[in-house]
T-cell receptor, first 109, second 111 residues
């Protein structure tokens, strides 16, 4: 029982490059989330998915897209990375409390 | 505007020195309040959920309490392994999926 897994753990991109962050959960949860965490700003919600086939914008969705591929998987795509997207990205899933993955540390130069 | 604040921003304690962390919230309707622990380089780890004023939950040296405007995380006789950032989050009543996180309190326990 792995919980919430994320890949990759680390990534360095150049400005303008694209990439997809992958997230999977094995707890059969309906809800999944993508957050970014920046120093002094706490966790901010980018997108969430209340169930398979649905996605909604959170607090900071600009520059990101998501796909809820199935009940287990929820991916986050950066189409054209910018230095302002340098951050630590966390995926989470929940029925009541949220369970978090280990995070992806992304640097955009 | 819905808001969650935490104080202090950082706290340094001697081993065995008890203290409390504060989480204050302003939401239109509280569905639940969560406490998480986050170690450096890791994702947040769930500690407690509180649903109504007057509720208390305990786990080892930690005790969480809830009033209508704030929550406290009491740490009794802390040990160095309690050093971490403690995050408070509030689930707002009108949207099951809307969870607002506070900025966290960084706790250091010195041997």
């Amino acid at each position: 029982n792995a919980g919430v897994t994320q890949t990759p753990k680390f990534q360095v991109l150049k400005t303008g490059q694209s990439m997809t962050l992958q997230c999977a959960q094995d707890m059969n949860h309906n809800s999944m989330y993508w957050y970014r965490q920046d120093p002094g700003m706490g966790l901010r919600l980018i997108y969430y998915s209340a169930s398979e086939g649905t996605t909604d914008k959170g607090e900071v969705p600009n520059g990101y897209n998501v796909s809820r591929l199935n009940k287990r998987e929820f991916s986050l795509r950066l189409e054209s990375a910018a230095p302002s997207q340098t951050s630590v990205y966390f995926c989470a899933s929940s029925e009541t409390q949220q369970y978090f993955g280990p995070g992806t540390r992304l640097t955009v130069t | 505007e819905d808001q969650v604040t935490q104080s202090p921003e950082a706290l340094r304690l001697q081993e065995g020195e008890s203290s409390s962390l504060n989480c204050s919230y302003t939401v239109s309707g509280l569905r639940g309040l969560f406490w998480y622990r986050q170690d450096p380089g890791k994702g947040p780890e769930f500690l407690f959920t509180l649903y109504s004023a007057g509720e208390e939950k305990e786990k080892e040296r930690l005790k969480a309490t809830l009033t209508k405007k704030e929550s406290f995380l009491h740490i009794t006789a802390p040990k160095p392994e309690d050093s971490a950032t403690y995050l408070c989050a509030v689930q707002e009543g009108t949207s099951y999926d809307k969870v607002i996180f506070g900025p966290g309190t960084s706790l250091s326990v010195i041997p």
